[in-house]
T-cell receptor
Framework: KQEVTQIPAALSVPEGENLVLNCSFT??????LQWFRQDPGKGLTSLLL?????REQTSGRLNASLDKSSGRSTLYIAASQPGDSATYLC??????????FGRGTSLIVHP | ETGVTQSPTHLIKTRGQQVTLRCSSQ?????VSWYQQALGQGPQFIFQ???????GRGNFPPRFSGLQFPNYSSELNVNALELDDSALYLC??????????????FGPGTRLLVL
């Protein structure tokens, strides 16, 4: 059974810092890995999708990497802004195509 | 904002009651998935529908059931509600083919409280 762990659970930083959020998974036989953002009480917004054959994806200030052999992915946020405050979730999709989510990292960026 | 809407936004029920949650699909998306997200947890996959048929199910009991309609809107029905069913229920839709098929578009969710 796939298990997904996200560290840290919570993070509070001043504006402008570069951040690294971590996601680890126990079964390396994955189809893809996706990072999402969730604002309080709201649905999820897809940020980056990395296929199993890829090493990283970039979108604006966000960069996500994938190391299947070690069962790890990182989400890098450059020059953080207060508007980045949200919960960040990673989801791993395996052979069954059913995604397994981590519990998320709750991020607060203060001015 | 995605084109996926859910109703109602909030709901309060008592144990043993039944509830129906609704989701309207983004245009052109014929696949819908439902998730349960308890407070402080990640979403848990309940089931997926494609062309009105269930084609994937997570570890949820049969009292969780669904429907998908010809216009691709869908319902999640939960019978014999239990206190632990209190959660945010999310639906997500996607295309079944083409470049966009990997990306799910989530609705805002329905917050269910069972007393």
């Amino acid at each position: 059974k796939q298990e997904v762990t996200q560290i840290p659970a919570a993070l509070s930083v001043p504006e402008g810092e570069n951040l690294v959020l971590n996601c680890s998974f126990t079964d390396s036989a994955i189809y893809n890995l996706q990072w999402f953002r969730q604002d309080p009480g709201k649905g999820l917004t897809s940020l980056l999708l990395i296929q199993s054959s890829q090493r990283e994806q970039t979108s604006g200030r966000l960069n996500a990497s994938l190391d299947k052999s070690s069962g790890r992915s990182t989400l890098y946020i450059a020059a953080s802004q207060p508007g980045d405050s949200a919960t960040y979730l990673c989801a791993v999709k395996g052979g069954s195509y059913i995604p397994t989510f981590g519990r998320g990292t709750s991020l607060i960026v203060h001015p | 904002e995605t084109g996926v809407t859910q109703s109602p936004t909030h709901l309060i029920k008592t144990r043993g009651q039944q509830v129906t949650l609704r989701c309207s699909s983004q245009s052109g998306h014929n696949t819908v998935s439902w998730y349960q997200q308890a407070l402080g947890q990640g979403p848990q996959f309940i089931f997926q529908y494609y062309r009105e048929e269930e084609n994937g199910r997570g570890n949820f009991p049969p009292r969780f059931s669904g429907l998908q309609f010809p216009n691709y809107s869908s319902e999640l029905n939960v019978n014999a509600l239990e206190l632990d069913d209190s959660a945010l229920y999310l639906c997500a839709t996607r295309a079944s083919s083409g470049k966009e098929q990997e990306t799910q578009y989530f609705g805002p969710g329905t917050r269910l409280l069972v007393l």
